[in-house]
């Protein structure tokens, strides 16, 4: 079963991922990352803290995320009224 993403509605605007504290968040964000997975592939660990540290790296990789531009929206489907007419009734 997976978890919903908690984190899906956060968007940064173009101006907020430009900035300074961002850059900033980002870089100490990429290095806790890394610390995370390094100690992940530690043989020593319990199943318990295997997954809790997957759960944090995750996590940091969904807030690194936010730098990306976000999906375009696509727009609704219209129904094709001529197409309907068409169909026998």
Avoid: Y
């Avoid at 900035?19 to 990429?30: K, V």
């Avoid at 807030?63 to 009734?89: F, L």
């Amino acid at each position: 079963m997976s978890t919903p993403n908690l984190l899906a509605d956060m968007v940064l605007t173009k101006e907020e991922r430009s900035s300074a504290l961002w850059q900033n968040l980002r870089a100490r964000f990429e290095n806790k990352l890394q610390d995370l997975r390094s100690r992940n592939d530690s043989a020593n660990l319990t199943e318990a803290e295997t997954a809790r540290l997957r759960g944090h790296i995750e996590c940091l990789k969904r807030i690194i995320a936010w730098d990306a531009d976000p999906p375009p929206q696509q727009a609704r489907p219209v129904p094709n009224v001529t197409a309907a007419r068409q169909m026998p009734g």
